[in-house]
T-cell receptor, first 110, second 109 residues
Framework: EADIYQTPRYLVIGTGKKITLECSQT?????MYWYQQDPGMELHLIHY???????EKGDLSSESTVSRIRTEHFPLTLESARPSHTSQYLC?????????FGEGSRLTVL | GIQVEQSPPDLILQEGANSTLRCNFS?????LQWFHQNPWGQLINLFY???GTKQNGRLSATTVATERYSLLYISSSQTTDSGVYFC???????????FGTGTKLQVIP
């Protein structure tokens, strides 16, 4: 079982603000992922990383950026939030083919 | 890319009933998982099952990789089983994970 922590769980902010969603895992997994999901809908991969200093864009175009300076940390940043960014963001890590998720960050942009 | 379809899209069950959820995928896969998304949005791992059959309490899953499908069985359903069930597969050299469209289950008392 993996321990993955996401903060904040809930965030309401105004348009134009810069935000960073934090994701940390304690198991030393190399592979980490960010998914975006509207309530009850499919999950869409927006970013992934296979290790330190490795980041790639996923299938869904996103205005967010990510970094991977340490194995355990994979933050996602929006430089200027817009109402269209309102969604749930799910972070995951992977070992031996099995994916584990954090509790998610639910973002609302007014 | 690989296509993953789940059926049925919606399902309403009386408490105590049994059900079967299906996941079809369009290409060979290296890994397959089933998840339950609870009403709070958290994804809970149910099974990691690239092939074969596994059981965990009232839940069991079977993957027939050669025929490109997986089944999730829920027996004696409970209201706490409500939520959305997703299957997720990966294929390709860089192990990108693709999620299915989900089955929304509602178990009523």
């Amino acid at each position: 079982e993996a321990d993955i922590y996401q903060t904040p769980r809930y965030l309401v902010i105004g348009t134009g603000k810069k935000i960073t969603l934090e994701c940390s895992q304690t198991m030393g997994h190399d592979k980490m992922y960010w998914y975006q999901q509207d309530p009850g809908m499919e999950l869409h991969l927006i970013h992934y990383s296979y290790g330190v200093n490795s980041t790639e864009k996923g299938d869904l175009s996103s205005e967010s950026t990510v970094s991977r300076i340490r194995t355990e940390h994979f933050p996602l940043t929006l430089e200027s939030a817009r109402p269209s960014h309102t969604s749930q963001y799910l972070c995951a890590s992977r070992v031996s083919g099995e994916l584990f998720f954090g509790e998610g960050s639910r973002l609302t942009v007014l | 890319g690989i296509q993953v379809e789940q059926s049925p899209p919606d399902l309403i069950l009386q408490e105590g009933a049994n059900s079967t959820l299906r996941c079809n995928f369009s290409d060979s896969v290296n890994n397959l998982q089933w998840f339950h998304q609870n009403p709070w949005g958290q994804l809970i791992n149910l099974f990691y099952i690239p092939s074969g059959t596994k059981q965990n309490g009232r839940l069991s899953a079977t993957t027939v990789a050669t025929e490109r499908y997986s089944l999730l069985y829920i027996s004696s359903s409970q209201t706490t089983d409500s939520g959305v069930y997703f299957c997720a597969v990966d294929s390709g050299g860089y192990q990108k994970v693709t999620f299915g469209t989900g089955t929304k289950l509602q178990v009523i008392p």
